[in-house]
Structures are given as structure tokens and as C-alpha cells.
């Protein structure tokens, strides 16, 4: 495809892939903040009582790399001494690719949260704060060359990977990529399922990307409570072996070949770096690329 097609061709991947499902509520006065950083909601959808997703405008001087995460927030209640009012402001991964015309974000939903008890009530029309200084360390520049690119996500661990494989360099550097996600039921699994399905059935990144790129891409779910077609830690499912048997892999992951990016809690983080230095690999960074990265912004 000519480069001067590509925008166009990218914003229209953008649409096709936004196709979430819209809930219907009662129509009210968008909410406005008084905050030199602000984008405005454009989409939210409701996956369950626990998690949701939503979109907004994207400030046209942001830039930022498929896999990294912002600030972003609410403003909090006015302090009754002083009168002023700080903002309540959260790390979020940016669940949308580099190249999308917006932003998309995916998050738990905690009630007594200070900020995702009022966040999870946002509307198309309302503002929300964000820091336009996006980082990250679950980026490509973070690992070596490889030719199996490892995703492991627990929950909302998956919107960096969102990102990550809606981009085209994901199929451009690795003959195989593999989004392994962890849940505790199957709802909960909903967003990133039909996410893959709607990145492997999409005909424009297909253009883009090439031919057969969705063959590249395997979706590896798990849970840990409700009974679903594969149960299992994807922590003890890669001890034991049934991942590789699973995806017929021989030997296991491997230095030479593999590379991995890790997204989840602090407990399945640290999980995880021990599995994969148990294999040989070594912890990358920005500065110092390696086989293995591990976002440490969203733990606790």
C-alpha cells in the first residue's frame, strides 16, 4: 500500500476495530473540568459488574509508543480547610495502538476506589484529565530480536497487549505471537476475545501488515474459577508443561528464541520473572534491552 494511503487506512482500521457494544442510559449535561489537560469521553462500554472500556479524543501533539501507559483521572472533592480541589489521578495503559486517532483505555471497576468509583460513571460528553507524557517499558525498544513474542496478562493486564497487537511492527519482528490472558471467569475474558477476533478478521491491517499475519497471532485464555474449556494459573500451566503441549511447542521457552512482555498483579509478576529466568531469559529495559520486560506502574 502507498505511505501516502496509510492514514486513511489506519483511521479506518481504527473504526472498524471500536466496534464495542454501547449501553443505553439516560441522556445528561457532559461533565467539564477545569484543568489545562483534558480529552473528552467519545465511547464507553460495560463488559461486567468488575471491568470497562472507553475511548476519548487524542491531544494532536500526543505521542507515544504502542504499549505505554499515561496519567489520567478525575478531579477530587474540594478540601473543606483550603478550598482547593487536586486531581485523583491513575497510571492506565494506553489499550489503543500508536497510529489510532483515539485513545482507549480499559479498567477495573473498584466501589469504594477513590478513583474508579466515579470513573467507571463516565459518559460520552464528559472530560477526563490526562498527562500527555506517555512511558512505559512493555514497548518493542525493550527487547532483542526474537522470533516468539510471549504476552502474559492477569485482568486488566491486557490493555498494553490491546495496543501491542493492533501494531504493525508486533508481525513485522516476530513469526509468532502469543496473548496468554488470566481471569477468574469467563466474562472477564470478553473483551480481549473479541478483541482478537475483530484483529484477526480485520481486512485493512491486513493490507497493511500482510497476508497471513492473523495466523501469527494465538489466543491463549485461561480461568481460575468458573469452569471454562482451559482452567489453570497461566503461572502453573507453564510449570507443568501444558502450554507447550497446547501449542505444540518443543523444549520450552528458550533465550535464543522467545521474548516476553509481562503485565498482572505484584505477586503474578514476580511469578512470572522467576519461570522466565528460569529459562534463561533476562530482564530488559528501555535502556538495556534484554528477553523479558515487566510493567511495574500497575502492581498492588
Not at 138 to 152: E, M, Q, S, Y
Not at 163 to 187: K, M, N
Not at 271 to 289: Q, V
Request: one cysteine or more.
Amino acid at each position: 500500500m502507498p505511505e501516502d494511503q496509510m492514514p486513511e487506512a489506519l483511521a479506518a482500521a481504527s473504526s472498524s476495530l471500536a466496534e464495542l457494544p454501547r449501553p443505553v442510559a439516560p441522556a445528561a449535561e457532559p461533565a467539564r473540568i477545569d484543568w489545562p489537560d483534558t480529552v473528552t469521553v467519545t465511547h464507553v462500554a460495560h463488559w461486567t459488574d468488575r471491568l470497562f472500556s472507553f475511548r476519548t479524543t487524542r491531544p494532536r501533539s500526543l505521542r507515544f509508543r504502542s504499549g505505554e501507559f499515561v496519567m489520567i483521572g478525575l478531579m477530587g472533592d474540594t478540601d473543606p480547610q483550603t478550598g482547593k480541589t487536586r486531581p485523583l489521578l491513575r497510571a492506565y495503559s494506553i489499550a489503543s495502538p500508536d497510529w489510532d486517532d483515539e485513545l482507549e483505555f480499559y479498567s477495573i471497576k473498584v466501589q469504594d476506589g477513590p478513583l474508579t468509583s466515579r470513573l467507571q460513571h463516565i459518559r460520552p460528553g464528559d472530560e477526563i484529565i490526562l498527562k500527555p507524557k506517555p512511558v512505559g517499558t512493555l514497548v518493542h525498544d525493550a527487547l532483542l530480536p526474537g522470533k516468539r513474542l510471549w504476552f502474559f496478562a492477569t485482568g486488566t493486564g491486557i490493555a498494553p497487549y490491546a495496543s501491542l497487537i493492533r501494531e504493525p511492527q508486533t508481525y513485522h519482528d516476530y513469526d509468532e505471537v502469543i496473548l496468554t490472558h488470566t481471569c477468574r471467569e469467563v466474562a472477564e475474558l470478553e473483551y480481549g476475545r473479541r478483541l482478537v477476533d475483530e484483529v484477526r478478521r480485520d481486512e485493512v491491517l491486513g493490507e497493511l501488515i500482510g497476508e497471513g499475519f492473523a495466523d501469527k497471532l494465538v489466543y491463549y485464555p485461561t480461568t481460575t474459577r468458573e469452569q471454562s474449556p482451559r482452567m489453570g494459573r497461566i503461572t502453573t500451566l507453564l510449570e507443568d508443561g501444558t502450554v507447550f503441549g497446547d501449542l505444540g511447542i518443543e523444549g520450552g521457552l528458550s533465550r535464543v528464541t522467545d521474548r516476553a512482555m509481562v503485565c498482572g498483579s505484584l505477586p503474578f509478576n514476580l511469578d512470572m520473572k522467576a519461570i522466565l529466568e528460569g529459562h534463561g531469559l533476562r530482564e530488559g529495559a528501555n535502556s538495556e534491552p534484554a528477553e523479558y520486560v515487566v510493567e511495574k506502574a500497575f502492581v498492588g
